[in-house]
Nanobody, 127 residues
Framework: QVQLVESGGGSVQGGGSLRLSCEGT????????LAWFRRVSGKEREGVAV???????TYVDSVKGRFTISRGTNKHTVYLNMNNLIPQDTAMYYC?????????????????????WGQGTQVTVSS
């Protein structure tokens, strides 16, 4: 099973930017549907952004226009560029993956469809 390792979290003031990185160990990493989720303590894990092998990106409404998911040129890394951060973005962010095709549209942000997970990286946004 592919191993995922996130990095890039930290603390930032509102309006600031961060870039999260997730590196996968599977040589066929480019054949995975990749996603970022986040969880606030005491709440359910929320899907944030998903990137299919066709490079089609899907975002939760609350981050549209502010976050961008992309693959690295070496195809072993997926990034989440986060701009204009707000305190409500404060959470533990997780990278996730599922081989080949992304879940169906109605389930694309459902964590139960993803097979591999990273350990998480904390993002804290102050007002």
């Amino acid at each position: 099973q592919v191993q995922l390792v996130e990095s890039g979290g930290g603390s930032v003031q509102g309006g600031g930017s961060l870039r999260l990185s997730c590196e996968g160990t599977d040589p066929s990493w480019s054949s995975y549907c990749l996603a970022w989720f986040r969880r606030v303590s005491g709440k359910e894990r929320e899907g944030v952004a998903v990137l299919g092998i066709d490079e089609k990106a899907t975002y939760v409404d609350s981050v549209k226009g502010r976050f961008t998911i992309s693959r690295g040129t070496n195809k072993h890394t997926v990034y989440l560029n986060m701009n204009n951060l707000i305190p409500q973005d404060t959470a533990m962010y997780y990278c996730a993956a599922v081989p080949l095709h992304c879940p169906p549209p109605l389930n694309i942000m459902s964590s139960t469809w993803y097979h591999a997970w990273g350990q998480g990286t904390q993002v804290t946004v102050s007002s």
